[in-house]
């Protein structure tokens, strides 16, 4: 991605749904809802449960729920609930065949969050760049000129 | 929660560096991650006194953050509010902490912004998302109309 495309162009396709309600010009639910979303992803990840169905399920293709609660120590409600979020947050999808949910790892809420983030890394690394420049040259000149 | 750290050596003494980031002067000669320029510089580096900064990319697009300083320890550590006007980029405020080092060479300038989309997050865990996306929304609204 082009340094010219920071801020800009990244912001994947928007989900309204949650909006649809709601007045206020398109750009803005564009807007809000991409913060919504990476709002989610963040808040999804924070909990450590969750991360470690994230992580069986980037080892796996897919997994039932009971496979997916066997490691944990908690009850299947609590799996479900954490199930619950993630979905929520669109870091999972789930799929029901006759008595058998299937869970997927869906991972464009984390290459959203991602790219949010290197977005500000571009950001302050372009600028450290030129900070450098910037002092080096002032180190090299004539200590005459210097206050 | 969510933070980034940037570490790097430069050439030049820290009262430099210092000088650099802190005073319109500096700030006008390498804010922005490309060669655009800076259109407005202001700082008064001092707690309390705030920053604002608008630059222009060399893809046309112009934007501006602002700020207050929090901390301002010449010339090792500054740290500053920060939010981008009009919230298009990121409607949250962060932070930006920065610290400078004398090392053997010149200055070592660690580089820390973060905060980056905790307050949102945070209140949505007392809230509910609803809560969160309304005062958002209604950040929104107020920064696009300012």
Known sequence: MSSGELFRNTIPQPNLTRLTTRREAPILSYMVNYQQRLDRT?????????????????????????????????????????????????????TKSGRTVTVRLRPQPMREAMAWLSRY?????????RL????????AEPRGKEK | ????????????????????????????????????????????PRKGGRYRVRFRMLDGTEHECSGEYLDVVRPERVVMSWRWQGGQEDPNESRVEIALKAVREGTEITFTH?????????????????????????RFAAGEAA
């Open chain 1, 42 to 94: 963040f808040a999804a990840l924070v909990d450590p449960t969750r991360r470690a169905i994230l992580a069986q399920l980037e080892r796996k293709s897919s997994a039932s729920v009971g496979e997916l609660a066997q490691p944990f120590a908690i009850k299947l409600p609590a799996v479900l609930k954490h199930l619950s979020v993630l979905a929520d947050a669109g870091l999972i999808t789930r």
């Open chain 2, 1 to 44: 929660m969510t933070s980034l750290t940037l570490v790097r050596r430069i050439k030049a003494r820290p009262s430099i560096v210092f000088d650099a980031i802190t005073t319109a002067e500096g700030i006008a000669q390498w804010w922005g991650p490309d060669a655009g320029p800076v259109l407005i510089a202001e700082a008064d």
């Open chain 1, 121 to 129: 890394e571009r950001f302050w690394a372009g600028s450290l760049d």
């Open chain 1, 132 to 139: 450098a420049a910037y002092a080096e040259r002032k180190e």
């Open chain 2, 114 to 138: 973060s905060r980056l989309l905790d307050g949102e997050t945070a209140r949505s865990h007392e809230e509910g998302w609803t809560g969160a996306l309304d005062k958002l929304e209604a």
